[in-house]
């Protein structure tokens, strides 16, 4: 006769019963898991305070004024397939009541929408109940449940902003609400109650306060990620609206635009440095020395050397200058500006070595500022054409002293 063993669960041996006794006895065992004292037991061992689950018709239901998020049309329709699919929806929405008999909802506004996508459009009835949890809690927790049940993997950098703002204005405006979320700086609370870094949390508070109206637009639909409006945050806004307008929408081109616009601030800052330690505004003034041309120096008769008053040859010399810069000439105009302020008639001592040395100084400090002005916008027409004008007149200095040579 066949034999089956058994596990005595009481005694926690194995032995060995007929096959049928022991078929009969086991069944027996297993058939009482289901029995009615069985599922009483079960029901006595629930906890207490379990939420009641009520079946509310979706058009008792409507979306909280708090909801943020929007969901894609075909986000909905699949979930509304799965729900057909399941026979239901298997986890209740979270409400309250706002009204005599209408539900403010908290968490649940995609199973909300797919309920009514197969009721209205499907014609399916029985997907218009929905299970739903009703809680009675006040405006400032029905908000703060809101935020806190919308945060998702899936959704966008916009939305998780929003998610943090809202967070923020939560925990700052009703402390009280939240006693034992109080204390420590802001990032560390927000990036602990939300899960995330503090570097993260402190990137996108730098968006909500520095990205103006059109840069959060653009955030918003999507058109720069969150790298770019980073980024964007650290420019002034009209700055942001300029290269929003030029279509400079990725980190990198707006990063490129700021190292640019930092090479011009030191140039800047370095001509204005320079101007500041030889006394001359708008100028750089070269002051002749013995056998050297060195700025601070002084000859003993104080004679100086200003950028924008250098006097070469007579007028009819400097007329006929032809030869260009980077594209420029002197006019006629520009030329007796420079003879208007030129230096006394007689300029003993000049070195031509001195002369040239400095002439290409300026050559390669005007060459660094093209630079900048093809990449990244330019300088002031007025600055770039006085420091083609002082080369200019240098390049006539230097013939002029060649020829006395």
């Not at 939420?51 to 998020?69: D, T, V």
């Not at 009280?176 to 109080?182: I, R, S």
């Not at 002197?330 to 007796?336: P, R």
């Amino acid at each position: 006769m066949q034999r089956a063993v058994l596990w005595q669960a009481n005694s926690g041996s194995w032995h060995r019963r007929s096959g049928r006794l022991g078929r009969r006895r086991h069944m027996a065992s297993f058939n009482r898991l289901f029995s009615p004292s069985a599922e009483e037991g079960i029901k006595r061992e629930k906890k207490p305070g379990t939420p009641k689950i009520s079946s509310l018709h979706y058009e008792k239901l409507s979306r909280s004024p708090h909801q943020y998020r929007e969901f894609a049309r075909r986000d909905v329709e699949q979930l509304a397939d799965i729900i057909a699919a399941d026979g239901g929806i298997l986890q209740p929405l979270l409400v309250r009541r706002s009204d005599a008999d209408q539900y403010e909802i908290l968490a649940g506004h995609k199973r909300w929408e797919a309920a009514r996508v197969l009721a209205e459009e499907r014609g399916l009835e029985k997907y218009a109940f929905l299970p739903c949890i009703v809680t009675n809690v006040d405006d400032v927790h029905a908000r703060f449940s809101v935020v806190s049940t919308n945060a998702r993997p899936q959704q966008s950098p916009y939305e998780t902003l929003h998610e943090i703002e809202e967070m923020r204005m939560l925990l700052t405006e009703y402390p009280e609400a939240f006693p034992d979320l109080q204390g420590g700086r802001m990032v560390e609370r927000l990036a602990e109650q939300l899960h995330m870094s503090r570097s993260t949390v402190s990137e996108y508070r730098s968006i909500a306060n520095n990205l103006g109206e059109k840069g959060m637009e653009a955030f918003k639909a999507g058109t720069i990620g969150k790298s770019a409006a980073v980024s964007l945050a650290g420019i002034p806004e009209e700055e942001q609206d300029v290269l929003l307008e030029e279509g400079k929408l990725t980190d990198t081109e707006i990063r490129e635009y700021k190292k640019g616009k930092t090479a011009r601030a030191d140039a800047a800052q370095k001509a204005e440095r320079r101007e500041a330690e030889i006394g001359m505004p708008a100028s750089n003034a070269a002051v002749w020395g013995s056998g050297s041309l060195e700025a601070g120096a002084e000859k003993p008769d104080g004679q100086t050397l200003d950028d924008t008053a250098i006097r070469a040859e007579p007028q009819e010399a400097m007329g006929t200058f032809t030869e260009n810069l980077s594209g420029y000439s002197l006019t006629n105009e520009e030329t007796a500006s420079l003879e208007e302020a030129g230096m006394p008639e007689e300029t003993p001592g000049f070195c031509v070595d001195d002369i040239r040395a400095y002439l290409h100084e300026k050559e390669r400090e005007l060459e660094m500022y093209e630079k900048c002005e093809e990449t990244e916008g330019g300088f002031p027409t007025r600055v770039m054409k006085e420091k083609r004008m002082v080369i200019a007149g240098l390049r006539l200095l230097l013939v002029s002293e060649k020829k006395k040579k």
